[in-house]
C-alpha cells in the first residue's frame, strides 16, 4: 500500500491498513500478473444499508486506463451482494468527471462538517 499510494505522489502513512481494516466490509484490488498492486478501494459500511468508499488509489503508471473505475464496480456489486442499498462517496472536484462519469455515481444533497477547523471548546449548534 505504501508503495501504491506513493507511485501517484500520494503521503504514505505507515500503520494506515491496520487502523481501517477493522472498519472495512471488505475492499477491491487490482494487480498485474506479477502481484504489483495498481488499484485498491475500501469499502466501509454502517452495517445496514449503506456502504462507504474510502481511498479508492490506482498506480500512477495506470491511472486512465479503467482500473479504478473496475475496482469501483466491483466493489459496488460486492457491497450490493452484502446487502447494501446503498453506496456513498465523497471527492475532491477534480475527481467529479470520475465518479459521475465513468463510476456512474449520480449528485445528492450531503452535508461535512470540516472537523480540522472546528474549534474543541465550542459545541455545534442545536436545532429543535
Not at 106 to 120: Q, Y
Request: with cysteine.
Amino acid at each position: 500500500m505504501v508503495d501504491l499510494v506513493a507511485s501517484y505522489g500520494g503521503t504514505p502513512v505507515p500503520g494506515w491498513w491496520d487502523r481501517i481494516r477493522p472498519h472495512s466490509l471488505g475492499w477491491a484490488t487490482a494487480r498485474l500478473g506479477d502481484g504489483t498492486l495498481v488499484g485498491f478501494v475500501n469499502v466501509a459500511s454502517d452495517g445496514g444499508d449503506h456502504a462507504f468508499l474510502i481511498d479508492t488509489k490506482t498506480r500512477g503508471t495506470h491511472q486512465r486506463r479503467g482500473v479504478g473505475t473496475r475496482v469501483v464496480r466491483f466493489a459496488a456489486q460486492h457491497a450490493q451482494a452484502a446487502g447494501c442499498e446503498w453506496l456513498h462517496v465523497d471527492f475532491d472536484d477534480h475527481l467529479r468527471s470520475f465518479y459521475f462519469g465513468a463510476c456512474a455515481f449520480e449528485p445528492t444533497n450531503a452535508g461535512l462538517i470540516d472537523l480540522r477547523s472546528m474549534p474543541r471548546d465550542e459545541e455545534l449548534p442545536v436545532s429543535s
